[in-house]
Nanobody
Framework: QVQLVESGGGLVQPGGSLRLSCAASGTIRRLYTMGWYRQAPGNQRELVATITRDDSTNYADSVKGRFTISRDNAKNTVYLQMNSLRPEDTAVYYC??????????????WGQGTQVTVSS
């Protein structure tokens, strides 16, 4: 009923920038808190950033000052602007969101992930 689709990943040199997008589609009534997580090989999935419906944000210490999360409620889309990228930012990035459907069912949804590789 609801899908989250990430885009914008790729290969970038250290110090470079990428902008990830996550578009929600389906029988959506409202999106609540949305977030980005990442998982590097051999590591557990970790929180990168979250944003509430009224734009209150939270960031992992490792990305504060470099990454910015934002959302467009009219487009059911959340973004992650990543600047000053480092090799340790290399991971699969996943979008997550709390979604209320038109049938008034709440889902905790995940996207399929997008690869971000930071390397020279």
């Amino acid at each position: 009923q609801v899908q989250l689709v990430e885009s914008g990943g790729g290969l970038v040199q250290p110090g470079g920038s990428l902008r990830l997008s996550c578009a929600a589609s389906g029988t959506i009534r409202r999106l609540y808190t949305m977030g980005w997580y990442r998982q590097a090989p051999g590591n557990q999935r970790e929180l990168v950033a979250t944003i509430t419906r009224d734009d209150s944000t939270n960031y992992a210490d490792s990305v504060k000052g470099r990454f910015t999360i934002s959302r467009d409620n009219a487009k059911n889309t959340v973004y992650l602007q990543m600047n000053s990228l480092r090799p340790e930012d290399t991971a699969v990035y996943y979008c997550n969101g709390l979604v209320l459907t038109t049938s008034l069912t709440m889902y905790d949804c995940w996207g399929q992930g997008t690869q971000v590789t930071v390397s020279s």
